[in-house]
């Protein structure tokens, strides 16, 4: 079955950059369109930014021209840069097939604090 496989979260100062991967296993085909979504604590899951399997890209208001989204087709691995992190970045991310998503990961925690 499809595996999604967070990683490169951490601990970073509000201003600071992260670059997190998103690895999928257990397909054959190159990886459809995907998405990072973000949950912080005691609040619902929100998607993140999104990129098609032609490389259109989307972004939620609060994160355009600081994150960007991108894919590695022959690694099946699509990524998140992320720069300027505020505090209201905190948060566990996850990615996900946008159209018949999967089982989630496990995530990967990213917190902004000074």
């Known amino acids: 079955q499809v595996q999604l496989v967070e990683s490169g979260g951490g601990f970073v100062q509000p201003g600071g950059s992260l670059r997190l991967s998103c690895s999928v296993s257990?397909?054959?085909?190159?990886?459809?369109?995907m998405a990072w979504y973000r949950q912080a604590p005691g609040k619902q899951r929100e998607l993140v930014a999104t990129i098609t399997d032609s490389s259109r890209t989307s972004y939620v208001d609060s994160v355009k021209g600081r994150f960007t989204i991108s894919r590695d087709n022959a690694k099946r691995t699509i990524y998140l840069q992320m720069s300027s992190l505020k505090a209201e970045d905190t948060a566990v991310y996850y990615c996900?097939?946008?159209?018949?998503?999967?089982?989630w990961g496990q995530g990967t925690q990213v917190t902004v604090s000074s």
């Open positions: 257990g397909i054959i085909f190159s990886i459809p369109s």
């Open positions: 996900n097939f946008i159209y018949s998503p999967q089982n």
